[in-house]
């Protein structure tokens, strides 16, 4: 099972897939979705649409590819994997990772 937990309410391990945050000392992750607008729904939704073209855009060899193949492993070895993020409860780009770990979304050829 892969889930999906918003940063501020989620204290337990898995893998941030948000943009740099000084705040929190957060690093930017490979996956952080390189858009950005206002936050509502209607924008994160148009956000994510425009992440997964982004992602299926991106080689096999690019390092949000990689990113998704170390998630792979994990994922396989544990049988369970916690991607957090910040939109919770609206779209998040977590669903887009989420889909290209299971294999639902590939890289471009």
Same mark, same amino acid.
């Given at each position: 099972?892969?889930?999906i937990? *918003?940063y501020s309410d989620?204290?337990?391990? #898995?893998e941030?897939i948000?943009r740099y945050?000084?705040?929190? *000392?957060l690093? @930017?992750?490979?996956?952080?979705?390189?858009?950005? #607008?206002?936050?509502?729904h &209607?924008?994160n939704l148009r956000?994510?649409? &425009?992440? &997964?073209?982004?992602l299926?855009?991106?080689p096999?060899?690019?390092?949000?590819? *990689?990113?998704?193949?170390r998630?792979?492993?994990?994922?396989?070895?544990?049988?369970e994997?916690?991607?957090?993020?910040?939109?919770?409860p609206l779209?998040?780009?977590?669903?887009?990772?989420?889909s @290209?770990?299971?294999g639902?979304?590939?890289?471009s050829?």
């Amino acid at each position: 099972m892969i889930k999906i937990k *918003k940063y501020s309410d989620y204290n337990g391990p #898995g893998e941030y897939i948000g943009r740099y945050n000084y705040y929190n *000392k957060l690093k @930017a992750s490979p996956l952080k979705n390189p858009y950005t #607008g206002p936050v509502n729904h &209607k924008s994160n939704l148009r956000l994510v649409v &425009k992440f &997964k073209k982004y992602l299926e855009s991106l080689p096999e060899d690019s390092i949000q590819w *990689k990113e998704i193949r170390r998630l792979q492993q994990i994922y396989k070895v544990k049988r369970e994997l916690v991607l957090i993020c910040w939109c919770d409860p609206l779209p998040c780009h977590g669903e887009i990772i989420k889909s @290209a770990i299971l294999g639902e979304i590939h890289p471009s050829e």
